[in-house]
């Protein structure tokens, strides 16, 4: 269980980023954490990250090690090709190519771009490199997969694509997911739990389960469950920045 | 089409030179024309080329060392601060000293019985900076979402540096390279002419004795191999840099 306690960001300078935050999140969760822009959803990932420190609270359970994590930017080496691009965290950890190569290919696999192994982040297009983003990410098997809006630079139906992709990827492997996005739809088709923030200094402002088929699809998408859940996300969404408003 | 452009005004300027200096009659000690300069450098070839290879092998050593001297200095300097708060102010006094005043002083040091010496001092003291500021900006110019990963994963200081932060400084550090191999050329002709007489070889040295003896096709001669040899020294860093950061363009400007 990864238990985050009174979780507070200020920067030199006074800027509170994030304050007071609770959160528990159970293991093998998919939990968004949505919010409008500048709400202080990224700096809670980077605290979770580890990044970061928090100045006030404290964060318990990370699973130290085992995180992976997807920024906005795919974030690729522009020199080196994909597969050296997903190599980079095993390098880091000091496995040797050769013992790498089955873990890399696998998650080259699971991504769908095995066929571009060798092809450098110039050549490929946006949702491709964020595949490869996500490749490097899961090649170390991480239990704790943090991502930040990683889709929300491309267009709907390659986020769509992504999206089924993400969540075949999370059943699979069975990390604990948090995702970060302003997207309140993307966030009901995706997740187990969502936390709404508000606006600056982010708290959590409410949290839903949301109930939906273990297996998700376009079908889903279309279901009372998910259009019920849409709604209610949004209001709440609307109250939390009526109320930092006040 | 546009690429033969430089070459058409080229064979323009020198055939309206050739012209008007016959029509003109103007001494060819005063400015030869072209097709004497020709003439000059295919009789004194061997001798011009001897002397081209004795400044090149000095200009390129000091390019070298003034390259791998530039980019230790960096590296040092971005993994510490209080270093480089120490020494870059004597760096930056190195570089706005004109090279022509320090000349003589390094000269008399060194140079009195081995003008190499000085040549290549000299060529490299000028071609010093432009690698290290390059490089330390180079260096510095680390994507910072990959500065995270490289944090995230634990990276030793070793493997930023080798890994990350090298790659990243490759665009800036090439750039130093072009400009300073130009300036090392500079350098090594500096020194040349401060050495003066006897010991020198280097194709300076043939300049100022072509000028003395108002041999002023040679001298020509001799300029024309000079700018040859820097175009040649440009033309080949361009290479380099083309084939090293061939994947890079494209990657940064797009989302």
Same mark, same amino acid.
């Given at each position: 269980?990864?238990?985050?306690?009174?979780?507070?960001?200020?920067?030199p300078?006074?800027?509170?980023?994030?304050?007071?935050?609770?959160?528990?999140?159970a293991?093998?969760s998919?939990?968004?954490?949505? +919010?409008?822009?500048?709400c +202080?959803?990224?700096?809670l990932?980077?605290?979770?990250a580890?990044?970061?420190?928090?100045?006030?609270?404290?964060?318990?359970?990370?699973?130290?090690?085992?995180?992976?994590?997807?920024?906005?930017?795919?974030?690729?080496?522009?020199?080196?090709?994909?597969?050296?691009?997903?190599?980079?965290?095993?390098?880091?950890?000091?496995?040797p190519?050769?013992? *790498?190569?089955?873990?890399i290919?696998?998650?080259? *696999?699971?991504?769908?771009?095995l066929?571009?192994?060798?092809?450098?982040p110039?050549?490929?297009?946006g949702?491709?490199?964020?595949?490869?983003?996500? *490749?490097?990410?899961?090649?170390?098997?991480?239990?704790?997969?943090?991502?930040?809006?990683?889709? *929300?630079?491309?267009?709907?139906?390659t986020?769509?694509?992504?999206?089924d992709?993400?969540?075949?990827?999370?059943?699979?492997?069975g990390?604990?997911?948090?995702?970060?996005?302003h997207?309140?739809?993307?966030?009901?088709?995706? &997740?187990?739990?969502?936390?709404?923030?508000?606006?600056r200094?982010?708290?959590?402002? &409410?949290?839903h389960?949301?109930d939906g088929?273990?297996?998700?699809n376009?079908?889903?998408?279309?279901?009372?469950?998910?259009?019920?859940?849409?709604?209610?996300? &949004?209001?709440?969404?609307?109250?939390?920045?009526a109320?930092?408003?006040? | 089409?546009?690429?033969?452009?430089?070459?058409?005004?080229?064979?323009?300027?020198?055939?309206?030179?050739?012209?008007?200096?016959?029509?003109?009659?103007?001494?060819?000690?005063?400015?030869?024309?072209?097709?004497?300069?020709?003439?000059?450098l295919?009789?004194?070839l061997?001798?011009?080329?001897?002397? $081209?290879?004795e400044? #090149?092998k #000095?200009?390129?050593?000091?390019?070298?060392?003034?390259?791998l001297?530039?980019?230790?200095?960096?590296?040092?300097?971005?993994?510490?601060?209080?270093?480089?708060?120490?020494? #870059?102010?004597?760096?930056?006094?190195?570089?706005?000293?004109?090279?022509?005043?320090?000349?003589?002083?390094?000269?008399?040091?060194?140079?009195?019985?081995?003008?190499?010496?000085?040549?290549?001092?000299?060529?490299?003291?000028?071609a010093?900076?432009?690698?290290?500021?390059?490089?330390?900006f180079?260096?510095?110019?680390?994507?910072?979402?990959?500065?995270?990963?490289?944090?995230?994963?634990h990276?030793? %200081?070793?493997?930023?540096? $080798? $890994?990350?932060?090298?790659?990243?400084?490759?665009?800036?550090? #090439?750039?130093?390279?072009?400009?300073?191999?130009?300036l090392?050329?500079? %350098?090594?002709?500096?020194?040349?002419f401060?050495?003066?007489?006897?010991?020198?070889?280097?194709?300076?040295?043939?300049?100022?004795?072509?000028?003395?003896?108002?041999?002023?096709?040679r001298m020509?001669?001799? $300029?024309?191999?000079?700018?040859?040899? %820097?175009?040649?020294?440009?033309?080949?860093?361009?290479?380099?840099?083309?084939r090293?950061?061939?994947?890079?363009?494209?990657?940064?400007?797009?989302?």
């Open positions: 269980m990864l238990i985050l306690e009174g979780v507070g960001k200020a920067y300078g006074g800027l509170e980023a994030v304050s007071r935050v609770d959160l528990a999140i293991p093998g998919f939990t968004s954490i949505v +919010g409008p822009s500048g +202080g959803k990224s700096t990932l980077r605290l979770i580890g990044l970061d420190r928090p100045s006030a609270g404290r964060i318990e359970g990370r699973p130290e090690n085992e995180v992976g994590l997807v920024f906005q930017d795919p974030t690729l080496m522009p020199w080196a090709d994909v597969w050296s691009n997903v190599y980079l965290p095993l390098r880091l950890a000091g496995l190519r050769a013992a *790498a190569a089955p873990l290919d696998e998650a080259l *696999a699971l991504v769908g771009l066929d571009f192994a060798r092809a450098h110039r050549a490929l297009s949702g491709m490199r964020m595949r490869a983003a996500i *490749a490097r990410a899961i090649v170390t098997e991480p239990a704790l997969l943090l991502m930040d809006e990683p889709f *929300a630079a491309l267009d709907e139906i986020r769509n694509k992504l999206n992709d993400l969540l075949r990827l999370w059943r699979k492997r990390f604990t997911a948090i995702f970060v996005t997207s309140v739809f993307e966030s009901v088709y995706l &997740s187990t739990e969502i936390a709404i923030m508000t606006p200094p982010g708290r959590i402002h &409410s949290r389960r949301i088929p273990a297996v998700r376009r079908e889903f998408r279309t279901s009372r469950l998910y259009l019920d859940a849409c709604r209610a996300v &949004s209001s709440d969404l609307e109250q939390a920045m109320e930092s408003a006040r | 089409m546009t690429r033969y452009l430089p070459l058409v005004v080229g064979i323009i300027v020198l055939a309206l030179w050739e012209a008007s200096v016959r029509w003109l009659d103007v001494p060819k000690f005063v400015l030869p024309p072209p097709s004497l300069i020709a003439e000059a295919i009789a004194n061997p001798q011009l080329l001897a002397a $081209l290879g400044t #090149l #000095l200009t390129l050593l000091a390019f070298v060392a003034s390259f001297g530039g980019l230790a200095l960096a590296i040092l300097f971005v993994r510490s601060r209080l270093i480089e708060r120490s020494l #870059l102010p004597y760096a930056v006094v190195l570089q706005v000293t004109p090279i022509v005043a320090i000349a003589p002083l390094i000269v008399i040091w060194v140079g009195v019985d081995h003008v190499e010496r000085a040549v290549f001092i000299l060529a490299m003291v000028v010093f900076f432009p690698v290290l500021s390059n490089a330390s180079g260096l510095r110019s680390v994507d910072p979402g990959l500065a995270d990963l490289f944090r995230l994963y990276a030793t %200081g070793r493997q930023r540096l $080798l $890994l990350l932060q090298l790659p990243s400084a490759l665009p800036a550090l #090439l750039a130093g390279a072009k400009i300073s191999a130009g090392a050329l500079i %350098g090594s002709v500096v020194a040349e401060v050495a003066g007489s006897g010991e020198a070889t280097g194709l300076a040295w043939r300049i100022v004795e072509s000028g003395n003896r108002l041999e002023i096709p020509f001669a001799a $300029l024309v191999l000079l700018s040859s040899a %820097g175009l040649a020294l440009n033309w080949l860093i361009s290479v380099l840099e083309r090293l950061l061939r994947h890079w363009h494209g990657a940064r400007s797009e989302a």
